[in-house]
């Protein structure tokens, strides 16, 4: 590695995510509608942040534009040192693969492949062998605890499982940061306690974690919350 | 990674099961449809050429009538003396003439026992030369040539049992013959022809059940210009006649028509001024069939290269409600980092699997189709009976063109159909995708 200053060394290797004065304005014919106002963000490399906030606040928008699905309008937000700004569709979805893991609300597993398919698609889009890939699958469903359901379909697994698989392949490419967006939205309170443990337990190793969430039960592990509200955020602290 | 897409779009019809195989139907039946309607069509075509080509290829029969486009031969008008036909035969490039007198008959009678008469309805009978049934292609089972000027006939295969199949007649009979005058003559059976598919010529001339000298049976005279001295001729309806090779039928053709229109044939004195003069080949009578043939060709390979495309619509029909179905996998695969091109491959893959898997099983249905179908219309023909049931059945004939062109069309209609249901998958907008219910 190249010698710098040691300010700047720190810095650069300190944020996972840097957002500095980013808005996104929807259009549809003539209204306009500022989904983020001014948004200044940064979070480091192993936290685990909790973005609150009703429905129409914005955190999807800004998950979505941190997870490089969708561009800012403004302002620039840099991912491990990436300006993601105003990259291509094809290069974001090469970053979306690399650095990012998604969870989801619904889980979105592809229901034609069993687990371990499932687990390690992510592997398929950068190329990764079938030796490889079967290899990488087995290892994070033990992760998970599933590896006895490698086989089995996701109509065939509980909505724990299906989202500890969900988890498993978010984790497949050992990415910068994992969006969970409502990742306990659709299972009971005690399963939904396990996957926050799981997300915990992922923290700990130290993944950053950024968990989108309207449920303030959630808040509590967290170690940083942010608070959205019509486009703009307040840390609570 | 195209390799591990590919199996994904594998795993994703699997899943897909009924889905898939009522795709691929419509695709089946498109490709297998076309292939059994060339085939019958081909089949038939060439069954239909072959009933033809037993008329000798470098024939020609030439009468009077309406020309055009579609000559029509008037078999009545009698304007062929013995002077034309000498004068043909003297032109180059001609194997032999022969000249046909009808002789219209009343009854055909064989003496059964002393005063007992075994009579029939009169047939068909000809006058001519020799050289009638090398043109014809006939040729005699039994016996030998008649001899101009004597009492003698050949008679086909099917009219020797016309007194009933457990009394042919056989060479040596002697049967008598009354023309339509009323005047009966005594005539010994020489030869008999062999049973031959049917020798349809042109028009209403075919192969006769009675062939026989002019002389003593055929009387129909003109009055000729023979040299210097005019005098009474033998006239005939309509004249068949061989060039030496196919290379040479089409101006011997003209040379007979040159001939017989320059003003020195005594045909062109006695002919109608309301006819022409027609002379039709074999090569004629196949192209007319062949045109007619094409139409009807052309006509239902129309119909189901019309059902190929509704195969192609319904596999463009089921890509788009796949690609609407699976929105929300196609945003997940987006979101775990899959390029617009990946999705683009994983949908064009299943068309083009669909297209592929339809071409070839359509092309398998279409051989064992093809086989059924003109093997009913091989039977349709048996049992319509009269003379294309003798000829035997229809072959199976197959054009390959038709294979390749079927199956190739099949393809891109698979792939094309599933180019735009692929485009809108892989132009989502990932958030739009996964936010969808």
């Known amino acids: 590695m190249e010698y710098t200053t040691s300010t700047e060394a720190a810095l650069m290797s300190e944020y996972v995510i840097e957002i500095n004065s980013l808005t996104k304005i929807y259009t549809s014919g003539k209204n306009e509608f500022k989904a983020l106002n001014n948004v200044t963000l940064h979070i480091r490399k ?92 087995y290892e994070l469903l033990e992760k998970v ?32 940061i994992i969006l969970a967006d409502e990742p306990t939205g659709n299972l009971d309170t005690k399963t939904g306690e396990q996957i926050m443990e799981l997300l915990v337990a992922l923290n700990k190793e130290g993944k950053t974690i950024l968990l989108v969430t309207h449920a303030i039960a959630l808040k509590r592990f967290a170690n940083r919350v942010i608070n959205m509200l019509d486009g703009e955020v307040t840390e609570e602290t | 990674m195209m390799r591990d897409i590919f199996v994904m779009s594998l795993d994703a019809m699997r899943s ?48 009077a009538g309406t020309g055009g486009a579609t000559p029509q031969l008037s078999i009545r008008s009698v304007v062929f003396t013995t002077n034309d036909v ?67 006939i050949i008679i086909s295969k099917s009219f020797s049992e016309v007194f009933g199949k457990d009394k042919p007649l056989k060479v ?25 598919k049917t020798n349809y010529l042109v028009g209403s001339i075919a192969t006769p059940a009675i062939i026989c000298p002019t002389k003593p049976y055929y009387s129909t005279y003109f009055g000729s210009n023979v040299g210097t001295i005019f005098k009474r001729v033998t006239a005939y309806s309509v004249l068949l006649a061989e060039a030496t090779d196919i290379n040479h039928v089409q101006a011997v053709q003209d040379e007979v028509q040159n001939y017989l229109n320059n003003g020195s044939s005594d045909a062109g004195q006695y002919k109608n001024k309301n006819t022409d003069f027609i002379v039709i080949t074999q090569q004629y009578i196949v192209n007319r069939i062949d045109q007619v043939m094409s139409v009807i060709r052309t006509y239902i390979t129309a119909i189901a290269l019309i059902s190929l495309i509704i195969g192609g619509i319904g596999i463009a029909n089921i890509m788009f409600a796949t690609v609407t179905e699976r929105t929300r996998e196609i ?3 987006m979101a775990i980092g899959a390029k617009r091109r990946d999705i683009l491959q994983l949908f064009l893959y299943q068309s083009t699997i669909i297209g592929l898997l339809g071409g070839v099983i359509g092309i398998i ?17 048996q049992n319509l009976g009269g003379a294309l049931s ?14 390749i062109i079927a199956a190739v069309v099949g393809i891109i209609i698979g792939i094309t159909a599933g180019v735009l249901p692929a485009r809108k998958a892989a132009k989502m907008d990932p958030v739009v995708a996964l936010r969808y219910e």
């Not at chain 2, 039946?29 to 060439?46: C, D, F, K």
């Open chain 1, 46 to 137: 192993g936290d685990f942040v909790a973005i609150m906030g009703p429905s129409g606040s914005g955190k999807s928008t800004l998950m979505n534009i941190i997870g490089c699905l969708d561009r800012p309008s403004t302002g620039r937000i840099m991912l491990e040192s990436d300006d993601i700004s105003t990259l291509s569709d094809n290069e974001l979805a090469e970053i979306r693969g690399k650095k990012v893991g998604f969870i989801f609300q619904k889980f979105n597993l592809v229901p034609t492949m069993n687990a371990l398919k499932n687990v390690a698609l992510p592997l398929v889009f950068l190329g990764g062998s079938r030796g490889e890939r079967e290899k990488r699958g």
């Open chain 1, 145 to 176: 605890g599933l590896t006895n359901w490698a086989t089995h379909r996701p109509s065939e697994l509980s909505g724990g499982q299906q989202q500890r698989v969900a988890i498993a392949r978010a984790l497949c490419n050992n990415p910068s």
């Open chain 2, 16 to 63: 897909y099961k009924v889905r898939t195989f009522l795709t691929l139907i419509g695709v089946i039946i498109g490709v297998g449809s076309v292939i059994m309607v060339t085939t019958a069509g081909n089949s038939v075509g060439s069954f239909v050429q072959a009933q033809w080509n037993v008329f000798n290829p470098t024939g020609m029969v030439i009468g």
């Open chain 2, 86 to 152: 000498d004068k043909i035969q003297a032109l180059p490039n001609i194997k032999t003439v022969a000249p046909i007198g009808i002789v219209p008959l009343k009854k055909v009678l064989l003496r059964n026992g002393f005063l007992k008469w075994d009579s029939r309805p009169g047939d068909t009978m000809y006058a001519s030369t020799p050289a009638l049934l090398e043109i014809l292609n006939a040729e005699l089972e039994t016996g030998t040539m008649f001899e101009e000027g004597k009492n003698e």
């Open chain 2, 172 to 196: 040596g009979d002697t049967i008598y013959i009354q023309r339509i005058d009323a005047k009966t003559l005594e005539s010994k059976i020489v030869g008999i022809l062999k049973e031959s």
């Open chain 2, 331 to 333: 945003g997940t695969m």
């Open chain 2, 365 to 381: 249905t279409g051989i064992i189709g093809s086989a059924f179908v003109v093997n009913l219309l091989s039977q349709n023909i």
């Open chain 2, 390 to 403: 003798q000829a035997g059945g229809i072959g199976l004939s197959y054009s390959m063109e038709w294979f």
